[in-house]
């Protein structure tokens, strides 16, 4: 074998062994979620690299890689799209452009990305909206808000709750055909935090006459307290999202202060005085047995009063929205749930399907085997197809 040869197969192992990584047997493709996770590690190595020497904050590095993934409003055969503005807030809207003798159902979706990343524009979001407005013949609103680490809570929170606000007016849903009996909201992993904390709030504004009729929650983000359910220890290292980046994402929603990061890595974060706020993500009594899996229940270590006093967001049902008491949970519409086996966030959607159900809601839970988190976010693979049909059918029939 000549030095050549040597040396490209010395690179070519390297390289496998940079981009293998051990995945469970039944998941669908994992080459492809190989190669995915790679490329997403890779440009994570290097936007942190960037952070250290101090030119730019790893986040921003990530906006500017996806600000290249942004498509502009194109109208198509089907649907008329539109940018405009509720509230001063950025929205994107989607409407069909078939006649229609009734008033239309309408979707208010909020996309994800950990509070730090993302937009209505994003190619992914766009073709999603696309699709339901088409499918659904119905309204889609796909909406911004402001993004950490430039704003923190509860600037998301406040955004997309001025927007839902806005939308919910008559004169706005007349404008664009809308039943104001037939609208919900629609989330995935961090759009699934906001989506369950707008609504939720809305129940006690006096100001909002119209009720909800639905909310999907996609694969959400609920709590902050307790980092260590069976789904982190089990998902810590799985691709996508791994728990080092979503603890970086959580405490990014708070506080560009890396000391809550670290607080929140070690699970202790929550003070004392907060202590009887983990009876509501306590995954020992909410999670079904078959997720424990041997996992023993260990309280977390009691933190420091005075992170919480200097980031008292993480405590706050508006960024928490498991943390609501079960009185907030009985006024809440139909749910739809989608979680993932091999995901991180998969308990925290789990727990909130037992606490809905216990409080009396009507709950549709679909649990992906195979799935991980961001399935409907990555347009190469055959899983996202598989699961944005019972996604869409339960719209079309609750909704």
């Known amino acids: 074998m000549g030095r050549k040869s040597f040396y490209l197969l010395i690179l070519g192992v390297l390289v496998a062994y940079y981009i293998y990584t051990p995945l469970p047997d039944n998941v669908e493709e994992p080459w ?66 078939r006649k229609s003798e009734a008033l239309r159902r309408a979707i208010f979706y ?73 609208i919900g909201v629609s989330g995935d992993s961090a759009g699934g935090n906001l989506a369950a904390a707008v609504v939720q709030q809305l129940l006690d504004d006096p100001d909002v006459k119209i009720k909800l009729k639905i909310q ?4 959400p983000a609920l709590q902050p307290l307790d980092l260590a359910s069976p789904s982190y220890q089990e998902n810590s290292h799985f691709p996508i999202l791994p728990k080092a980046l979503i603890v970086r994402l959580w405490s990014e929603y708070f506080t560009t202060d890396r ?8 699970n202790q974060h929550v003070p004392v005085e907060s202590s009887h706020l983990l009876q509501f993500a306590n995954w020992s009594s909410l999670l079904p047995e078959r997720f424990k899996k041997g996992h023993v229940y260990k309280s977390p270590t009691y933190g420091s009063s005075e992170l919480a006093k200097k980031y008292p967001g993480f405590l706050d049902v508006r960024a928490a929205p498991l943390l609501a008491e079960d009185n907030k949970l009985r006024g809440l519409p139909p749910t739809y749930v989608m979680t993932c086996q091999y995901d ?27 799935g991980f988190h961001g399935v409907l976010a ?22």
């Open 259 to 266: 000391s809550l990061e670290k607080a929140m890595h070690s």
């Open 216 to 219: 999907c929650l996609i694969y």
């Open 110 to 182: 909020i996309h994800g990305g950990g509070w730090c990343l993302g937009s209505a524009a994003l190619r992914i979001y766009d073709q999603l909206s696309r699709w339901t407005a088409d499918r659904l013949d119905a309204v889609v609103i796909s909406t911004n808000y402001r993004l950490a680490p430039k704003y923190h809570f509860p600037v998301h929170f406040e955004d997309v709750y001025n927007s839902l606000k806005w939308f919910l007016r008559k004169k706005v849903l007349a404008k664009y055909g809308v039943n104001p009996q037939r």
């Open 378 to 399: 990555f347009l190469i693979f055959k899983i996202k197809k598989r699961e944005l049909n019972p996604y869409i059918s339960w719209l079309n029939e609750n909704l």
């Open 344 to 370: 991180v966030l998969r308990d925290d959607g789990l727990m909130s399907v037992t606490r809905l159900q216990n409080a009396g809601v009507q709950v549709t839970l679909n649990h992906v085997e195979d």
């Open 32 to 97: 492809k979620i190989m190669c995915v996770n790679a490329f997403l590690k890779t440009f994570s190595h290097l936007a942190t690299f960037v952070e250290l020497l101090g030119f730019n904050h790893c986040m921003d590095s990530f906006k500017f890689f996806l600000s290249f993934e942004e498509v502009p409003p194109t109208s198509d055969e089907t649907v008329t799209v539109t940018d405009s503005t509720f509230n001063n807030i950025p929205v994107r809207v989607y409407v069909p452009k």
